[in-house]
């Protein structure tokens, strides 16, 4: 999908985490929600967000955040409905590969210079595919680069981002805004700055946020194309 259409189009602001099952999901339902609206450019722009901030930077062993942090029948009824769920859409979580939890700042840091190569969303994509299909560890530096030289965004570039850290503050002030605006969960998708759906929402409540979305922006009975 390409990440800015040709076309006038609708802004969607998604805040998400990319260690959050559901905030794949969400990112492929609403993109079969797009592919099903026709005539109708869009701009995906993503936001950051830490289901847990408080993860080391070298990040924890799994198994040991998920027994001191939540209760372990919680999690496996979790993961077999995300499964379920993933299996609609043609993803297939791979559980049994993840080792680690990550601190996920540095990758949101990437995501965020992504949009100077217009890859923001490839790069999400390929970060999701990276953790919950292949089981890697996304807060490793050095695999983060790897993957992002994947996605065509230059190695020395992602190298230098991480070294001078020049983005911190920036990435901190949008982590702190998701907060104060009291996002209810993620993921949380944002149409034309005013229409807001919560959560992993079905291909039709996307389509419907879609529809009000170009009423709002092109008025109603009008088409951007």
Known sequence: MNEISPAPSIRIDIISDVVCPWCYIGKHRLEAAIASYAGLGVHLHW????LD????EDGLDLRAHIAKKRNEGEVDVNQMLASQAGEELGLSFAWDKIERMPN???AHRLIRHAMLYGAQTKIVERLFKA???EGADIGDR???IGLAEECGIDSYATENLFARQDD?????????ITRRLGVPKVPCFVFADEIVVPGPASPEIFAAALFRAEETQ???GTSPA
């Open 104 to 106: 996920t700042r540095d």
């Open 168 to 176: 911190i503050l920036a990435i901190e002030e949008e982590l702190a």
């Open 142 to 144: 050095r695999g983060l």
């Open 131 to 133: 953790y919950f299909c």
């Open 218 to 220: 092109f008025g109603p």
């Open 47 to 50: 936001r950051p967000f830490q």
């Open 53 to 56: 901030p408080n993860i080391p």
